[in-house]
């Protein structure tokens, strides 16, 4: 198999505590491939008017190092978008496509004044008729065009559409076992939406402070793409008869990136997506687990875990667990989680300063000084900069724990 599958729980279950925290590792194993995996991308350059000047022009550079990076057997799309969507370039199989007349269509013959490429900044911004017109390219895929199928979004502004509309439309899109990178330009963009894309899709948002990154960054991208290892993973877990999980509640995830997901019930227990996972890569997330009353000292099934893509198990584990009469053992599990949890509430804005701030006294009266200093410290960066930093990518020091 191609993962590595850990399960257990942190403090146990006893008589009077009949909560206890699943804690999974999902791993890649070594060498799980040799080979650059095939690579099926969508740039969406926003070329609204906003991005007049030297953010078209960083956006073209980009987009040019996206093409040099190209492998033959790769597939790539070219969108611009306003208020209306521009298929630059439908999806093609880059070996064989016409690439000088590719080259010309973004970076133009000619420079400065004399631009005559199909990259021009105009008009208004409509982030979900770019996202829609990209999706239809996908479906143009042939079956045996198999790999990694990525959007990359950058964007400088502020669309007016509700929420709820961009996270129907990413989870649309993840249906297809597509991801959205998401990447906001400077500080006017609204991060909410680039950070909803990114998670109902099982993307990444960024953020780019200046125009000046946006090269270094798609390059990189591209090259992060021919890593992926499983694009659309998600985790099961099917409980004993005396556990159950609640699929109201989160799965946090603590490393390496601090975010949460819904859990969803299925036809066996429950299940949640999984991000992509990468050559070398893993993930480390927590799911509250409820027991019924039981006599101490008796091994129970506590749950089957799985990791499933495409209707195929790629990874599985079994867990029993034992009620003891008292926990000794440190909670770490339960600080590291809710330590996520604080963190995704700074970064998506689901709480107030208040509530956040109780949260984190909380943090506090438990005796974990150095995690509440540390959170106190993420709030108050998130406030100065705006949203635009991104401080769930920062694990809490395992020295904390």
Known sequence: MSLKLDAGIGAPFTPDRREAYLEVKVETADKVRSTTTTRNVCILVDTSTSMSNSKIRKAREGVRRVLDELNPEDTVSIIGFNSRSN????????????????????????????????????????????????????????????????????????????LSEYEEVAQNINSDGISIIA???????????????????????????????????????????????????????????EFMIDPDEKAYFTEPQI???DIASNESGVEVELPRLFEDGYQDLTVPVLGTPNDTGVELHLADVSVVEGGKTIASTGLKTTYEAESTKKRVVEKRREAAKI?????????????????????????????ATDLEDRLTRSEESGGTIDITKEPVDPDDY
């Open 87 to 162: 298929v630059i370039v439908p999806m093609t199989k880059w070996g064989a496509a016409d690439q000088s007349n590719i080259y010309d269509s973004v970076v133009g013959t000619g420079g400065g004044s004399n631009y005559d490429g199909q990259l021009e900044a105009s008009g208004g911004t409509d982030i979900i008729n770019g996202l829609e017109t990209a999706q239809k390219e996908f479906s143009n895929l042939s079956t045996r065009d198999i790999g990694t199928k990525e959007m990359v979004l950058l964007s400088d502004g502020k669309d007016r559409q509700d």
């Open 183 to 241: 990447a906001g330009i400077g500080r006017r963009y609204n991060e909410q939406v680039m950070l909803t894309l990114a998670q109902e899709s099982g993307g990444e948002p960024f953020n780019l402070d200046s125009s000046d990154n946006i090269a270094d960054f798609l390059g990189e991208r591209i090259r992060e793409a021919g890593k992926v290892v499983h694009s659309n993973p998600k985790l099961q877990i099917e409980t004993g008869d």
């Open 259 to 261: 975010m949460s997901k």
């Open 343 to 371: 963190v995704t509430e700074i970064s998506d804005g689901d709480a107030s300063d208040k509530d956040i701030e109780k949260a984190i006294a909380e943090i506090e009266k438990e005796g974990w000084s150095k995690v």
